[in-house]
T-cell receptor, first 115, second 115 residues
Framework: AAGVIQSPRHLIKEKRETATLKCYPI?????VYWYQQGPGQDPQFLIS???????DKGSIPDRFSAQQFSDYHSELNMSSLELGDSALYFC??????????????FGPGTRLTVL | AQKITQTQPGMFVQEKEAVTLDCTYD???????LFWYKQPSSGEMIFLIY??????QNATEGRYSLNFQKARKSANLVISASQLGDSAMYFC????????????FGTGTRLLVSP
């Protein structure tokens, strides 16, 4: 079965640089979520999109932005990178079903290291 | 607001034995879902099992079962016949049925299976 695809898998950037993370959801999934997992921590919700519209926003810095495109893939753009942005960034996708909770399937993650 | 508590930072179990990972939750949402995810050292986040708040029976998926006690607000994961490959970090998470369904995670339990 097709899974969530994330690229790149690893990314090394310098402070103050920009980074773009890409996510390709499972086919026919209409919702994408982005999470940030710092070293030794649990994943924290950043932002989500449903049918290409932003649906919810968590603790996402103003330096970060994201969007979902017409083919449902999503990109997380990160500017003015700081050392504290070093983390594992997950994209997850789901198919919205009314009256129940959707199961989110996670991609392999992008490990971002800021030097 | 939703909160997940995992009080066991680490657990040890011998191969072929059963192990229970604890999870308690708190929420004001009347309807919600509870999830368990496995994160091996390689970093990916693997969905294991789901329990809806209105489900009458405990969820089971192969060697995984969820001991759901709604009155106690607990959703413990039981792994039967542990295998060496079960060594990983395990996260309990929850989301609401309605509106935005971001996942809220606990701090995780690291399980080590010994031969």
């Amino acid at each position: 079965a097709a899974g969530v695809i994330q690229s790149p898998r690893h990314l090394i950037k310098e402070k103050r640089e920009t980074a773009t993370l890409k996510c390709y959801p499972i086919p026919r999934h209409d919702t994408v979520y982005w999470y940030q997992q710092g070293p030794g921590q649990d994943p924290q919700f950043l932002i989500s999109f449903y049918e290409k519209m932003q649906s919810d926003k968590g603790s996402i810095p103003d330096r970060f932005s994201a969007q979902q495109f017409s083919d449902y893939h999503s990109e997380l753009n990160m500017s003015s990178l700081e050392l504290g942005d070093s983390a594992l960034y997950f994209c997850a996708s789901s198919f919205r079903t009314s009256g129940t909770t959707d199961t989110q399937y996670f991609g392999p993650g992008t490990r971002l290291t800021v030097l | 607001a939703q909160k997940i508590t995992q009080t066991q930072p680490g657990m040890f179990v011998q191969e072929k034995e059963a192990v229970t990972l604890d999870c308690t939750y708190d929420t004001s949402d009347p309807s919600y879902g509870l999830f368990w995810y496995k994160q091996p050292s390689s970093g990916e986040m693997i969905f294991l099992i789901y329990q809806g708040s209105y489900d009458q029976q405990n969820a089971t998926e192969g060697r995984y079962s969820l001991n759901f006690q709604k009155a106690r607000k607990s959703a413990n994961l039981v792994i039967s016949a542990s295998q060496l490959g079960d060594s990983a970090m395990y996260f309990c998470a929850m989301s609401a049925y309605t509106g935005f369904q971001k996942l809220v995670f606990g701090t995780g339990t690291r399980l080590l299976v010994s031969p």
